[in-house]
C-alpha cells in the first residue's frame, strides 16, 4: 500500500474537485478536503482494497460533506461563481458564455439532490459510472440510468 503523502499528493485534487462540486466553496472544499485525509489516515486500516482509492476517499469527502451540513443546520446552495474562460473570446461571448453557465446551474438546482450529484460527479469530478455508483452506494446502471434521466430534465426546465 502506498504511504499516506502519496495518497495525499495523488488525490488530493481528485478529492477537492469533488468536495468543490458538492459545496460550490472553495474555501469550505479546502477545509473538508484536508478533514477527508485526516480521516482517511485515522482509518486508513480499514481500507479493504475493495474500490480504486479515490472512491474510497471521496465517500470519506461525501460524509465529511453530509456532517458539515449537519453541523451548520443548512443546506448550501449552489452559488453562481463561474470560472473564467482562459482564451481569446470577446467580451461579448464571454458574456453569452456565462450566461448559458448561469442558466444551466440554475436549471441543476431544479434536479433533485442526487440526480445534481451524479451530473456534477460526471461533468465536473470526471468519474465513471461504476465510480459514481460506488461513492453513492448505488449500482453503476443506477448512476448511468440517473445521469441519462438528469439531463433529460435539463432539457425540459425552463
Known amino acids: 500500500m502506498q504511504d499516506m503523502e502519496q495518497i495525499y499528493e495523488q488525490y488530493f485534487e481528485t478529492v477537492n474537485k469533488y468536495l468543490f462540486c458538492l459545496t460550490r466553496n472553495n474555501d469550505i472544499a479546502e477545509e473538508l478536503t484536508q478533514e477527508t485525509f485526516y480521516k482517511a489516515v485515522k482509518k486508513i486500516d480499514t481500507y479493504k482494497g475493495e474500490c480504486k482509492i479515490s472512491v474510497w476517499l471521496c465517500q470519506i469527502a461525501k460524509n ?16 453562481e461563481e463561474l470560472l473564467e474562460i482562459q482564451s481569446d473570446e470577446t467580451t461579448e461571448e464571454k458574456v453569452i458564455s456565462n450566461d448559458e453557465k448561469i442558466s444551466l446551474y440554475r436549471k441543476l438546482q431544479k434536479l ?13 469530478g470526471e468519474l465513471s459510472f461504476k465510480e459514481i455508483g ?12 440517473t445521469f441519462y434521466r438528469g439531463k433529460n430534465q435539463l432539457k425540459e426546465v425552463d
Open 112 to 124: 433533485d439532490e442526487k440526480t445534481r450529484e451524479v451530473i456534477y460527479l460526471r461533468i465536473t
Open 64 to 79: 465529511s460533506w453530509y456532517d458539515y451540513c449537519k453541523k451548520n443546520k443548512k443546506v448550501m446552495r449552489l452559488e
Open 134 to 145: 460506488m461513492i453513492l452506494n448505488q449500482t453503476e446502471n443506477w448512476a448511468r440510468v
